[in-house]
């Protein structure tokens, strides 16, 4: 089960004057799942208008109805072999998104599971932030427990040319469980909790 204060805590990251995302990268694709283009940059590069809204949708995942919207999946560890999909979700976040190859690659993976019938957009998100300590007051006290690194993934329609609309489906990897990091888990998004053409019902087979 996800605890709601952790998504908060998380929350109070997303506005431009403290996000703890540091790299943006994205993909867009037509109606038969082909990319039609892709970008990726430094957050901090964007101008605080495009910042803003980013955040917008990389908080869409985080502040969803959680346990309904926001669900807890634990990983197999069988399902971590060599070549899966969570040895490249391993690499793009341990790349810190520098490295198009494994961005592309996953691109790649979801346009041929996920053809909606309409154009959308794929966004990753990568961020690292400083746990603070808490005391056993619940008081923040100085100093970090630990950095936890994750990226956030949104896909969205696209309302226009190149303008994701409301995120459908996302994830936060790895999961953000007791006030760290949960590798073990993902907490998988979707809009319409339930939903029978999920994007990860069709890509984590």
Not at 71 to 85: A, D, V
Not at 108 to 118: D, H, N, R, T, V
Not at 168 to 185: H, W
């Amino acid at each position: 089960m996800i605890n709601r204060d952790d998504m908060l805590e998380l929350t109070r990251r997303m506005t431009p004057a403290r996000a703890s995302i540091d790299r943006i990268a994205g993909a867009y694709f037509d109606e038969e799942g082909y990319v039609d283009g892709t970008f990726n940059t430094h957050f901090l590069k964007l101008s605080a208008s495009e910042r803003a809204k980013n955040l917008e949708l990389a908080r869409t995942v985080l502040i969803s109805k959680t346990n309904e919207q926001l669900r807890e999946y634990r990983i197999p560890e069988e399902k971590r072999k060599p070549g899966s999909i969570w040895q490249l979700f391993d690499g793009i976040r341990e790349t810190g998104l520098k490295d198009d190859a494994f961005p592309d690659l996953f691109y790649e993976l979801l346009g041929e599971k996920y053809q909606p019938g309409c154009p959308y957009a794929c966004f990753l998100f990568h961020g690292r932030y400083d746990v603070p300590v808490k005391g056993t007051d619940k008081a923040w006290q100085e100093g970090s427990e630990e950095v936890y690194e994750y990226l956030i993934c949104v896909v969205s329609p696209l309302e226009g040319e190149y303008e994701p609309g409301v995120p459908e489906s996302g994830f936060l990897y790895p999961a953000f469980k007791d006030r760290s990091t949960a590798g073990e888990y993902i907490n998988l998004y979707e809009k319409d909790a339930g939903h029978s053409e999920s994007v990860w019902q069709k890509l984590l087979k």
